[in-house]
């Protein structure tokens, strides 16, 4: 029973998307995803603030229990985020190593 000085509130998600559609958590430039990839690795909520240190602890929370309330939209983000890592690498690697071909075959030319 709530006595008369506890006040509950709703705190919200320190969840911001940027202008390329990215989630990022809190004030800072982290990833929703590496926070999320890092607590399912097993890492505590102090340990991923350890290791970004523009991490809030508050911060980090709050977004693990987002995920844990409602894991399925969070987790189909991931998805998605991850098909567009890999069709970006794919695009991307036939050109790297069309330059790095064009730039041995140049300097093995030069006298």
């Known amino acids: 029973m709530a006595t008369a000085s506890t006040?509950?509130?709703q705190?919200?998600?320190?969840?911001?998307?940027?202008p390329e559609?990215?989630?990022?958590?809190?004030?800072?430039?982290?990833l929703l995803e590496l926070v999320i990839r890092a607590f399912k690795r097993g890492q505590t909520p102090e340990a991923i603030v350890q290791s970004f240190e523009s991490l809030a602890l508050p911060d980090v929370y709050a977004v693990i229990g987002y995920y844990l309330a409602d894991p399925a939209p969070v987790d189909e983000y991931l998805r998605e985020r991850e098909a567009a890592a890999s069709a970006a690498e794919s695009a991307c690697a036939p050109m790297a190593l069309a330059g790095i071909?064009?730039?041995?075959?140049?300097?093995?030319?030069?006298?």
């Open 21 to 30: 559609g990215v989630l990022r958590v809190g004030k800072g430039r982290v």
């Open 11 to 18: 705190l919200a998600v320190p969840l911001r998307e940027d």
């Open 101 to 111: 071909r064009d730039r041995l075959a140049a300097h093995n030319r030069l006298p």
């Open 7 to 9: 006040q509950i509130r």
